[in-house]
């Protein structure tokens, strides 16, 4: 078993590749420090102490140190947080090359985008409550098929009688529909709104799946408390 928690001091004295031989050291039958290093893409970092890491970099060690023993069974806790857009893109690669391999993984993130990029199963849990729990593509499918974005001058009561509109997120100006019938949607926000502008169509994301679920689950409490 391998774990990389969200947050872990990092030793004072200790370089990168002493860190990771250290933990190396524990199993049998470890991965070579330079697997190892490839696969959380530590290289060049060798040498330099764990406490001059940067936030994403830690991330990385932290990663590294979790596999270094060839787990079965591999629990990350917010893995890709702090990273930038490569850091995490290489993150998300070296799960899927852990899954290749057989290993199961458990998961914990905020990040939508991630949990629909890397998870097989997703379980959303809201205020202790489990309120979806299936593959990605099962969620989105059972919330609404298409999200409708755009800046509209129309009223949200006027903007959710519209025919297959299930919910509407506004954020500012810009509005969110979430609709069954996109196609009919979009002809009736047309032929009603002479100020519309920015429209944009697009199948439903996880994010606007939990967004969805997390407002039905406010209005409705009676659901299943996680043990």
């Not at 290993?103 to 097989?120: F, P, R």
């Not at 979430?178 to 502008?197: C, F, H, K, Y």
């Amino acid at each position: 078993m391998g774990v990389m928690l969200q947050q872990a001091g990092m030793p004072r004295g200790l370089r990168v590749a002493e860190q990771i031989d250290l933990f190396r050291g524990y199993y049998p039958a470890p991965r070579t420090l330079s697997e190892i290093v490839a696969a959380a893409g530590l290289q060049g970092l060798e040498r330099r102490r764990c406490t001059a890491l940067s936030g994403g970099e830690q991330r990385r060690l932290q990663f590294a140190l979790a596999i270094c023993g060839r787990p079965d069974f591999l629990v990350l806790d917010e893995p890709s947080a702090g990273m930038d857009v490569e850091s995490r893109r290489a993150i998300w690669a070296a799960v899927r090359a852990e899954v290749a391999r057989g290993a199961a993984i458990l998961l914990t993130t905020h990040q939508l985008d991630e949990a629909e990029a890397l998870a097989d199963r997703v379980v959303v849990i809201d205020h202790g409550r489990i309120i979806a729990d299936g593959s990605p593509q099962s969620i989105k499918a059972d919330t609404a098929a298409s999200a409708l974005r755009c800046r509209s001058t129309l009223s949200d009561s006027a903007l959710t009688r519209l025919t297959g509109v299930v919910s509407l997120i506004r954020d500012g100006g810009r509005v969110t529909l979430m609709t069954a019938n996109p196609r009919a949607s979009v002809r009736e926000l047309i032929d009603l709104d002479p100020g519309l502008d920015d429209l944009t169509l697009s199948a439903a994301s996880l994010e606007d799946a939990f967004t969805r679920l997390v407002d039905a689950a406010t209005a409705n409490p009676q659901l299943e408390a996680v043990p």
